[in-house]
């Protein structure tokens, strides 16, 4: 496409500073009288661009040139930057290449001040897995997925890939699950395995947005008062964001909501050198009943 062909004359432009009319016909495997005339077709939409005759002459843009503020703005430019630099972090998209380029013709050199890794640590397979959501949800074609489910069963199932959801520290996928007939959420970590097939699906028959907005919404919840010893107030700033108060003795005093499931008593177990009290007394009683079993042990 002519579109491309200009576009990438610009970049060449950029990183090699001047070439001939005939080398960018033979990359482009289009004839010289083509690229002039793409040089006045740029040179019509204000790109800085000319040719100098005779020896070391060539294709040259203007020094200094990056794309025009008018079609992009600098804020924009750097939102654009972040978001690829973010995205390379991650190592889960392959935006070197494309970071690289628009660095080029944004004219910013700084690509290379975010360092992320949303990676779980016992899950050596997550890039590729990763990957294959991606292009399964680019091409809408259903995936066949080994999954370990919560009561720790391997399940196999078709689904329809719609969308990847960061939430509390865990990646998951929302996804139509062919056998349930339903949007399902599926923890990243506990995919074992996934197959693209070529058997397509439009994305469009799915409400997604709304699915979304539902999710990681919990019912029955019960409201935990923690009293901690003050030592621990380093991790407490981090995990409750000043939501906590400070008694007349020291402690520190939480309240939250949560579900009680296995996770309440693991991250409750993660205090236990810290804890004073716990409300409801049920809860403090069942505690103490898991640190008995691990004294056995």
Same mark, same amino acid.
């Given at each position: 496409?002519?579109?491309?062909?200009?576009?990438?004359?610009?970049?060449?432009?950029?990183?090699?500073?001047?070439?001939?009319?005939?080398?960018?016909?033979?990359?482009?495997?289009? @004839?010289?009288?083509?690229?002039? %005339?793409?040089?006045?077709?740029?040179?019509?939409?204000? *790109?800085?661009?000319?040719?100098?005759? +005779?020896?070391?002459?060539?294709?040259? !843009?203007?020094?200094?040139? *990056?794309?025009?503020?008018?079609?992009?703005?600098?804020?924009?430019?750097?939102?654009?930057?972040?978001?690829? $630099?973010?995205?390379?972090?991650?190592?889960?998209?392959?935006?070197?290449?494309?970071?690289?380029?628009?660095?080029?013709?944004? +004219?910013?050199?700084?690509t290379?001040? *975010?360092?992320? $890794?949303?990676? $779980?640590?016992?899950?050596?397979?997550?890039?590729?897995?990763?990957?294959?959501?991606?292009?399964?949800?680019?091409?809408?074609?259903?995936?066949?997925?080994?999954?370990?489910?919560?009561?720790?069963?391997?399940?196999?199932?078709?689904?329809?890939?719609?969308?990847?959801?960061?939430?509390?520290q %865990?990646?998951?996928?929302?996804?139509?699950?062919?056998?349930?007939?339903?949007?399902r959420?599926?923890?990243?970590? %506990?995919?074992?395995?996934?197959?693209?097939?070529?058997?397509?699906?439009?994305?469009?028959?799915?409400?997604?947005?709304?699915?979304?907005?539902?999710?990681?919404k919990?019912?029955? !919840?019960?409201?935990?008062?923690?009293?901690?010893?003050?030592?621990?107030?380093? %991790? *407490?700033?981090?995990?409750?964001?000043?939501?906590?108060?400070?008694?007349?003795?020291?402690?520190?005093?939480?309240?939250?909501e949560?579900?009680?499931?296995?996770? !309440?008593?693991?991250?409750?177990? @993660?205090?236990?050198?810290?804890?004073?009290?716990?409300?409801p007394?049920?809860?403090?009683?069942?505690?103490?009943?898991k640190?008995?079993?691990?004294?056995?042990?």
């Amino acid at each position: 496409m002519k579109s491309d062909r200009l576009f990438n004359i610009i970049y060449i432009l950029l990183n090699k500073k001047v070439v001939t009319a005939k080398e960018l016909a033979e990359k482009f495997e289009v @004839s010289t009288r083509t690229i002039y %005339r793409d040089v006045d077709t740029l040179t019509m939409a204000g *790109v800085p661009i000319y040719t100098d005759k +005779g020896a070391g002459g060539g294709i040259k !843009l203007l020094e200094d040139y *990056v794309l025009n503020q008018s079609i992009i703005s600098s804020d924009e430019k750097s939102d654009i930057i972040l978001a690829l $630099d973010m995205l390379r972090a991650t190592e889960y998209s392959n935006t070197s290449d494309t970071l690289h380029k628009l660095s080029i013709l944004f +004219g910013s050199n700084n690509t290379d001040y *975010v360092d992320i $890794d949303l990676s $779980d640590f016992n899950h050596n397979n997550q890039k590729e897995i990763f990957e294959i959501i991606k292009k399964s949800i680019s091409s809408s074609c259903t995936v066949i997925m080994s999954y370990r489910s919560y009561n720790k069963k391997e399940i196999t199932r078709e689904i329809c890939p719609l969308k990847l959801v960061f939430k509390k520290q %865990r990646w998951y996928l929302i996804a139509f699950c062919k056998l349930r007939k339903d949007i399902r959420t599926f923890r990243i970590s %506990r995919i074992r395995s996934l197959e693209i097939t070529n058997k397509r699906f439009d994305n469009k028959d799915y409400k997604v947005d709304d699915y979304s907005i539902e999710f990681g919404k919990t019912s029955n !919840l019960i409201k935990i008062k923690l009293i901690l010893k003050k030592d621990c107030i380093y %991790r *407490v700033e981090e995990e409750f964001l000043g939501n906590y108060i400070i008694d007349k003795n020291d402690n520190i005093i939480i309240t939250f909501e949560s579900s009680e499931d296995r996770y !309440l008593y693991s991250y409750l177990l @993660s205090y236990l050198d810290y804890i004073v009290d716990v409300e409801p007394l049920y809860i403090k009683q069942n505690l103490k009943e898991k640190v008995k079993k691990i004294l056995l042990i």
